[in-house]
């Protein structure tokens, strides 16, 4: 098929109208390359890819990877609580038992629990950070250890837009009794043993040729809020200008730099919408994944990062329901788990269904857009009922 048109090449769903069709309207209205994969419970029933990696270029096909930006959060967040289940950590203790030098200048009373709802209080950047020093890990670490909070701990919802990654991903490693980094922990504990082949956290030589390029139409202004720029500063916006940059590709950003395909993510979130146990294996409790659909503290008023109520949950993922309205892809069903990316990328899990589904693809969306509870305007919400519509055929 030629680039531009809505392909399933080697999709599971080849053939099916409604996500073809659906394919075709993202297309209609600006997406260049689109990727949309779901698991019904253990078996994969959507897996297809639209359009071209960049504008001209080849068709995009299911095994093309794509930067998802915040989604990047779930996939960290689902290894911290891996390490809970097992004991090796506790969402009630303090940063600092695990990460000392964490404790001090104000963040001494900061829990794991504060971390995951983003109530830490230090949604900033270190200050001076370029793409190259945000490829430095020690770094980023040595700035987070000598941030002052912006709120006391545990007092205010403001979204750590960047900066969450590596609080998390340094407590990972602090609680891993291997005390691995958060890239081979994800690669050991959850990639391997799921059969996750491509999603990476930091892209390895051998798959960047298959990387597609971050495409946006619209340059990342200043804005009225002071906060929300530092959290995420011009210097390392996630856009063209930084996530096409290789060292950036193949550094580890554990909050919104993870790379890969719609089935890779759809796959990994399938743990989620299987609460806990997949290929015979059980990972999370039940009763676990069901706790992280409660939201998180003063969770209805609006996040001082954001500007407006981002529903998210004690776990660190976002959640489905009505009221405030959920992210607009996620329906109803406050059971829904999922994080979002800047630009438009998304993947969720729906216990209730056993379904998870991940959309990934290279145009930024602008704002209004993947806010946009219309599917005149917003890409991917009749992408998002049709793979609804297969997994009730198929359930």
Same mark, same amino acid.
């Not at 990696?53 to 995009?60: I, K, L």
């Given at each position: 098929m030629s680039a531009g048109s809505a392909a399933t090449g080697d999709a599971v769903a080849a053939g099916d109208e409604r996500v073809e069709a659906a394919l075709e309207h993202a297309l209609s209205l600006g997406e260049v390359g689109v990727q949309v994969a779901a698991y019904l419970g253990e !078996? #994969?029933?959507?897996?297809?890819? +639209?359009?071209?990696? !960049?504008?001209?270029?080849?068709?995009?096909?299911?095994?093309? #990877?794509? =930067?998802?930006? =915040?989604?990047?959060?779930?996939?960290? +967040?689902?290894?911290?609580? #891996? #390490?809970a289940e097992r004991g090796e950590i506790a969402y009630d203790e303090l940063v600092s038992a695990y990460w000392p030098e964490y404790g001090r200048r104000g963040k001494e009373a900061t829990t794991v629990a504060d971390v995951l709802a983003h109530r830490a209080g230090i949604p900033q950047m270190p200050p001076g950070v370029t793409p190259e020093k945000m490829c430095d890990w020690d770094w980023m670490i040595a700035g987070i250890e000598d941030a002052e909070p912006r709120f006391a701990p545990g007092t205010t919802n403001a979204y750590h837009e960047l900066v969450w990654g590596w609080i998390a991903g340094e407590l990972i490693r602090r609680a891993d009794p291997a005390n691995r980094p958060v890239e081979r922990f994800l690669a050991e504990e959850l990639c391997g043993p799921l059969g996750i082949d491509s999603l990476f956290l930091g892209v390895p030589d051998s798959e960047l040729g298959r990387v597609a390029p971050v495409i946006c139409d619209w340059s990342p202004q200043p804005g009225a809020n002071p906060l929300f720029d530092e959290s995420m500063p011009l210097a390392v916006f996630p856009g063209p200008d930084v996530h096409n940059r290789r060292d950036v590709r193949q550094g580890v950003h554990p909050g919104a730099g993870v790379i890969m395909n719609a089935r890779s993510g759809a796959r990994l979130f399938s743990l989620l919408a299987n609460r806990g146990s997949l290929a015979g294996r059980r990972y999370l409790s039940a009763e676990r994944i069901a706790s992280f659909a409660a939201p998180r503290p003063d969770a209805e008023t609006v996040d001082r990062v954001m500007g407006w109520v981002a529903w998210v949950g004690i776990g660190g993922y976002w959640l489905g329901g009505e009221s405030p309205p959920a992210y607009p892809l996620l329906g109803p069903n406050p059971h829904v788990l999922a994080h979002p990316g800047i630009g438009g990328s998304i993947a969720w899990a729906d216990p209730d269904l056993g379904l998870s589904v991940s959309i990934c693809h290279n145009w930024m969306q602008p704002d209004p857009v993947q806010g946009s509870a219309d599917p005149a305007v917003n890409p991917f919400l009749e992408l998002a009922a049709a793979v609804r519509a297969v997994a009730r055929e198929r359930s």
């Open positions: !078996e #994969l029933i959507v897996d297809a890819g +639209a359009g071209s990696v !960049e504008r001209g270029g080849e068709p995009v096909g299911t095994s093309s #990877l794509f =930067s998802v930006f =915040s989604v990047t959060k779930g996939i960290v +967040a689902t290894c911290l609580h #891996l #390490l």
